[in-house]
């Protein structure tokens, strides 16, 4: 009998399964209300527009969406991603963009490319998960900057650049609607943290999954307006079309791209061309556009409803943030309860949520994540009364 893990490489001893992956597996059962998984709204995709658009793409671009494509990704779709940034400020062509089979392939490209085994990241305390786990893949040390209501704390950020015995490798952010806290930076933050880039030369990883789901508020605009030098930049389709296409793009610096394009030859030659082009023509004919504001409605009311049951049911030793888009919102509780041992509690009354301390280096027990995107208006609030008498179970007197 063959000792197969004797045989893994040094790096897939580390690796563990993701929290929310195996957690979706046990709330998929039609009777659990789950605020767990980051998953759009099933109505928020455009199947009628992807039908029609798909038809087309057959019959009349049906060889080459068939075909292998290059790595770079689709050309006209690259172009109409280049044309977007510049339209915000940021002056790049179709060569600096890299169309990757979902943002967590950008992410794993990212680390392939820039991380050796004891590499110092700077990440968000808390940060997204799926960040996370890319880099633990290739066997980063981590440094934490605590966010602040309105983004990270730059005090701490520039401690650690001055005290940190080696340069880090880059600074991982998510500043629009974060996961899994959703706040936002606010325009002061990015343009010092651009500030803070040029002074010390670090990189920024900048992922912007959710910046078009604003529904309250102004828009900001991308650390990357400030930072273009120092920026990688990532963003997707998965919140505004659909996450099934696994579709989504870099934009960084040419001779960062043509790195990373040599790097995803190896890793999967090339991204769906199919999606490519049904996404492209998509986006030529104003049909993503338009759809866009009828999701953030949607998820407005949602969170207005997830809201207004938290004022309602939860007691008041708990607190959470008020997101003004994206799809998720952060539950504080006292310090005492540990979210993860209460989740069998919460599980046994149907109702789920994402334990804090996934989304930490270290600590996070007494935090949750919950998103208002996915489940039905009605059993929103249903599920925060369900949560809210598990909370109450777990309180001092």
């Known amino acids: 009998m063959i000792d197969w893990t004797s045989r893994y490489a040094e790096r897939a001893h580390g690796v563990k399964a993701s929290d929310i992956r195996e957690l979706l597996k046990l709330t998929m059962r039609p009777e659990v209300i789950s605020f767990a998984g980051g998953l759009p709204h099933p109505k928020s995709f455009p199947i009628e527009d992807i039908f029609r658009i798909s038809q087309s793409v057959l019959l009349n671009e049906g060889e080459q969406a068939l075909q292998y494509g290059t790595t770079e990704g689709y050309i006209e779709l690259r172009k109409f991603l280049a044309a977007r940034e510049r339209s915000v400020g940021v002056q790049v062509d179709e060569e600096s963009i890299l169309i990757t089979s979902g943002s967590q392939q950008g992410l794993e ?46 005090d701490v950020l520039r401690h650690l650049l001055d005290t940190l015995p ?29 500030e803070i880039a040029r002074e010390y030369d670090l990189l920024l990883v900048e992922d912007n999954p959710y910046a078009k789901l604003r529904f309250e508020g ?160 009605d059993k929103i609030r249903e599920g925060i009364r369900r949560l809210a008498a598990v909370v109450k179970d777990h309180l001092r007197d």
């Open 218 to 377: 102004e828009d900001i605009a991308s650390v990357k307006v400030f930072a273009p030098d120092h920026t990688i930049y990532l963003s997707s389709f998965s919140k505004i079309l659909s996450p099934g296409f696994r579709l989504a793009w870099i934009c960084a610096p040419k001779d960062v791209v043509r790195k990373l394009v040599i790097v995803k030859q190896a890793t999967d030659l090339c991204s769906n061309s199919y999606v490519q082009l049904i996404t492209y023509q998509l986006l030529r004919r104003g049909l993503i556009d338009r759809h866009i504001p009828w999701i953030a409605t949607m998820y407005k009311e949602k969170r207005d409803i997830m809201l207004k049951a938290l004022e309602e049911y939860f007691p008041p030793e708990v607190t959470w943030t008020h997101p003004e888009g994206g799809m998720f919102l952060w539950v504080t509780l006292p310090d005492y309860i540990d979210a993860k041992e209460m989740f069998s509690d919460a599980i046994k009354q149907n109702v789920a949520y994402v334990q804090g301390g996934a989304f930490f280096v270290n600590g996070g027990h007494n935090y949750m994540r919950l998103t208002f995107a996915y489940m039905d208006n």
């Open 166 to 194: 080696t340069p880090p490798k880059f600074f991982y952010i998510i500043p629009t609607f974060q996961n899994p806290s959703g706040i936002t930076y606010s325009l002061e933050k990015r343009k010092e943290l651009a």
């Open 109 to 154: 490209l990212v680390s392939k490319t820039f991380l050796d085994k004891g590499d110092t990241v700077l990440v968000e305390e808390p940060s997204y998960l799926g960040g996370l786990s890319a880099f633990r893949l290739f066997q980063a040390s981590f440094e934490t900057v605590p966010l602040e209501d309105d983004g990270p704390d730059l």
